[in-house]
Nanobody, 116 residues
């Protein structure tokens, strides 16, 4: 079964930058859409960004122009590059691998805290 491992979370000052990584093994990772979601305390999980196997990208309005999602297929890794972060970006960030006809796979999450 596919396991997704997130890393890169931590404390960052408002206006700074942080890069999150999601890594997995297997060709199923490179062949499908990978997304980053986040969940703030007391709130529902929301989609932040996604990237398809052919490189099409989606961003929620709140992060457009600040975040960038990319993938390195050779390393089976997807990155979320977070720039000009804001306190409202504080959340646990989760990586998700979409697999058609199934719920897909979730990572365990990595926490990002943005200080003001």
């Amino acid at each position: 079964q596919v396991q997704l491992l997130e890393s890169g979370g931590g404390l960052v000052q408002q206006g700074g930058s942080l890069t999150l990584s999601c890594s997995a093994s297997g060709s199923i990772f490179t062949a499908n859409t990978v997304a980053w979601h986040r969940q703030e305390p007391g709130k529902q999980r929301e989609l932040v960004a996604s990237i398809t196997s052919w490189g099409d990208r989606y961003y929620v309005d709140a992060v457009k122009g600040r975040f960038a999602i990319d993938r390195n297929n050779a390393d089976n890794t997807v990155f979320l590059r977070m720039n000009r972060v804001r306190p409202e970006d504080t959340a646990v960030y989760y990586c998700h691998l979409a697999v058609s006809g199934t719920p897909g796979y979730w990572g365990q999450g990595t926490e990002v805290t943005v200080s003001s």
